[in-house]
């Protein structure tokens, strides 16, 4: 057998914790899957993965095995492509998870460039749940976007790629018959339309040359989903916070207003998350590379 396949087929499965998924991943079946991890462990002279009907674990020897070969592979890689040749360039397929209104509004301009400068790297993209942010593990995915104010899981490496501000925004038959929102703390009086996923308790937070202000708020409607959140504020059933490319357009049509202009919600980070298990192809760190330098180069690109 190949020692680098019996490799790759290792990772894959530790990084899926699964044969039959792995085996999909290869288009091979469960069955040879896991013959070519019995053999690399007879290769290697110790069990890399402890095995059950119901789980699968690594064992201190496959912990070790997975660091090493991460290295041996991604030599591997850059050893073919070093043997291409420069002027060959990268090419292959990259596979990217985000969030479906990112994704067609601001994500698609960024693969169009990068396809210009790339010809040969073709771009797969997929939709990246919210609710685990570790699907793109399963799902094949070499790195998922991740936008929100935080990373809280520390399972994953996060690479930083930008920043995006926010804008507190209500429809004018909202504001109309409301009292004056003069301060952040006044919108524990107004009706919010809470994101979950931002903040599942509630919890607005602002940033002021005092530090972080933080408020409680309540209101009519809660959801994990922006745009049905953004759609509620053009309804007039509350205030809500937005990156201000998503609402742009309903600000500029009238269908919605800033609220207290001055106030800066809390900024959200993008984010490009991956597993620690598995080395990131050389096309797909290109991909990175190339996405935070465009960002760089149109600061304006967030709000436009």
């Known amino acids: 057998m190949n020692e680098v396949t019996a490799m790759r087929v290792f990772l894959e499965v530790a990084r899926r914790k699964s044969f039959v998924r792995a085996s999909e991943h290869f288009n091979i079946s469960p069955a040879a899957a896991s013959k070519y991890v019995s053999w690399l462990e007879r290769s290697l002279g110790a069990r890399l993965l402890n095995r059950t009907t119901k789980q699968m674990s690594l064992t201190p020897a496959g912990e070790q095995v997975i660091e090493s070969a991460n290295d041996v592979l991604q030599g591997i890689e850059d050893m073919k492509q ?10 292959g397929v990259v596979r990217v998870g985000v969030a479906p209104y990112f994704g067609a509004y601001r994500f698609v301009p960024i693969v ?8 040969d790297i073709k771009i797969d993209i997929s939709i ?27 399972s994953h490496v996060a690479y930083m790629l930008g920043r995006l501000p926010q804008v507190i925004v209500a429809a004018p038959s909202y504001l109309r018959d409301k009292e004056p929102i003069t301060r952040v703390q006044d919108l524990a009086r107004h009706d919010c339309l809470i994101n979950v996923y931002k903040s599942s308790a509630g919890t607005w937070r602002f940033e002021s040359d005092d530090g972080l202000i933080t408020v409680r708020v309540k209101g009519p409607l809660r959801s994990n989903i922006g745009e049905i959140l953004k759609q509620a504020a053009v309804e007039g059933m509350g205030i809500s916070i937005h ?4 609402v742009a357009d309903e600000l500029k049509n009238d269908q919605l207003e800033m609220v207290l202009a001055g106030a800066q919600p809390e900024m959200l980070h993008i984010h490009a998350i991956y597993s620690k298990l598995g080395a990131v192809p050389k096309r797909a760190r290109a991909f990175l590379e190339f996405m935070k330098c465009w960002m760089q180069q149109h600061p304006e690109w967030p709000d436009n």
Do not use: N, W
């Not at 070093?82 to 090419?91: E, F, N, P, R």
């Not at 169009?112 to 010809?119: R, S, T, V």
């Not at 990246?128 to 520390?154: H, K, M, N, W, Y």
């Open 128 to 154: 990246l749940s919210r609710q685990r942010i570790d699907a793109f593990v399963s799902e094949g995915l070499d790195f998922g976007i991740v936008i929100s104010p935080t990373l809280p899981d520390a």
């Open 82 to 91: 070093a043997v291409k040749g420069l002027s060959s360039g990268l090419d």
């Open 243 to 246: 990156p201000l490319y998503m």
């Open 112 to 119: 169009a460039a990068f396809c210009k400068q790339y010809p």
